[in-house]
Nanobody
């Protein structure tokens, strides 16, 4: 089992930037696929971005494409989410997630077995 701890959330004005970090501990992080999801009040958890175990491929939700960048540093057991040009509709709790089934990509929450506790991102207009 991998333990995940997110950080970097906060309050920012529309058009601003934040960088979220997710530190992993436990099993072999470098061979796991990683993803970010978010959940706004009263809404279902939704996919934001995912990255393969070697960082070779990344995929994004259409709503964040061109504004967010996911990356990972396996030497530091950390995955990042750089968020630029933030909008009020990006306001949510952001969760880091991981799964050892590295051989396929997924944007479905049920396909991820370990989750962090979440970090709040609030974008004011």
């Amino acid at each position: 089992q991998v333990q995940l701890v997110e950080s970097g959330g906060g309050l920012v004005q529309a058009g601003g930037s934040l960088r979220l970090s997710c530190l992993a501990s436990g099993r072999t992080f470098s061979s796991y696929r990683m993803a970010w999801f978010r959940q706004a009040p009263g809404k279902e958890r939704e996919f934001v971005a995912t990255i393969r175990w070697n960082g070779g491929s990344t995929y994004y939700a259409d709503s964040v494409k061109g504004r967010f960048t996911i990356s990972r540093d396996n030497a530091k057991n950390t995955v990042y989410l750089q968020m630029d040009s933030l909008k009020p509709e990006d306001t949510a709790v952001y969760y880091c997630a991981t799964d050892p089934r590295y051989w396929y990509d997924s944007s479905t929450p049920a396909d991820f077995t370990s989750w962090g506790q979440g970090t709040q991102v609030t974008v004011s207009s």
